[in-house]
DNA sequence: CGTCGATTTGACTAAGATCAATTTAGGTGG
DNA sequence: CCACCTAAATTGATCTTAGTCAAATCGACG
């Protein structure tokens, strides 16, 4: 029986034409899914040494804990993102992966990995690919922690997942719900929760997003990217194009 | 007349077996130096579409500016790193390069890059690796913006550049010149320059850094390391093992 | 009904920014 | 050699942003 091609095959496609002989064998690599619960930090080593995952439905976020309990969250992923594959290739675990939902996962293990890059080499051209994307982000939100005032970063930050979300279609009636508390938001802004709540105000109450017991809602994509002064561009994303498949909303 | 091995391919066999063959086909793309003045920004497109660099000698950063003036320095690199492969990639150009000192720098085309990783497919591997160990340190300079006090930024980000410089043969007699002055180092740190001036100087009283017109000078990088609670694992170096080749000081 | 985690609000504090001089040290021209 | 110029470094005074502490509220769920 022939299975709906997983989600991060999806991405990388979206980039390399991968032959049907490539994307088989990454598909092949990829294996069966394993379910992870919501709220729950993933294990980075198996049985058989270091894994990655490959997620095909849910969202989950990188971190980094300090030894004294402060914790910065690097960046959030979902369907069709990698988990840990930089920690993979290094060959160190300097930090850690923990889901927000319930999620269905995609294992990688170094091994398969190494052999799939030796007999399809067009494969690790197309994970460099997803691996610059991915430092891409981490770039933006670098910038953001450093020179970009608390509601600055906040703006920023919720165009950039909404603006992700939304380009790989999970966007519910032109919204698009982030699945993180507040305390997992105030983490990955570098800033206390009680200061995130009152920023988060002001944005509430012009109608720009909306706060429910499963996570914040972006109602308003378009004039939170107008007025956060947003440039989706490092995302490889074109919201102007109707044309361009990731067209969003 | 053989030439020596540029930098940057001496970087990649680090850790990435490469075979003459591939290390020869790296080379003959790398081609010649270009020489870039000191504090000069360095063009990513040139008459042959966009380009990216290795650099042979100097310092040079990448960084993002803000619409108003404000701006983020991502980070540093010097002889055996890569400026914009990233960009080059992506085919965005989402931040710049600007030189420190007086560089030597191997021009990168897209065009050559990709015949390359078609011809060599493991230099694909090999560049996979070494966007991952940049990332990492990315991810480093990330958590510390986010969560760390000024201080302890500081001494992370000292921490970082005198270990990697270290591990390339760049400390003089024990010491590590960083050659940026203060207002390069307070816009990586996120900091403004009168803060940075005055987070620096109990630094520079209890003698680990001094500051010298050509820049700053780590001056004893083990006692920084220790009191900055510094873990060198994410750079791939292993200080405290001596026959290690990255061994340093 | 009671509990627990998440959210919200108020009052106060502190880290770091901003503004405004002043000093330093190299480099330049005379 | 000296006067002068400029970029960088330094210092003081004041202001803002965001953190901390503490308490109250809310909502889902057993």
Known sequence: MARAQPAFIARLREFE??????????AAALGDCVEAEGRTDLQLEGEEGAVAYAIEAGWAYAYKDLEDGRRQIVGFHFAGDTLGLRTLLLRTSDHA??????????????????????????????????????????????????????????????????????S??????GAVRVPAPQTVLADAL????????????????????????????????????EEAGFDPAFLGIYPDDPDHPDHML
Chains 1, 2 share one sequence.
């Open 17 to 26: 034409g991968l032959a049907e002989a490539e994307a088989g064998a990454l």
């Open 97 to 166: 992966f923990r889901t927000l939902t319930p999620c269905r996962l995609h294992r990688l293990r170094r091994r398969d990995l190494e052999g799939l890059f030796a007999d399809h080499p067009r494969l690790a051209a197309a994970v460099l690919w997803a691996l610059a994307r991915d430092e891409a982000i981490v770039v933006e939100h670098l910038v953001s922690l450093g020179r970009r005032s608390a509601e600055e970063r906040l703006g920023h930050m919720l165009c950039e997942l909404a603006c992700r979300a939304a």
């Open 168 to 173: 790989r279609g999970l966007a519910e009636a």
């Open 190 to 225: 570098g800033l206390s929760v009680v200061h995130l709540n009152r920023t988060l105000r002001p944005m509430r109450e012009r109608g720009l997003v909306e706060i429910e017991p499963t996570g914040l809602v972006v109602r308003d994509l378009g004039r939170l990217v």
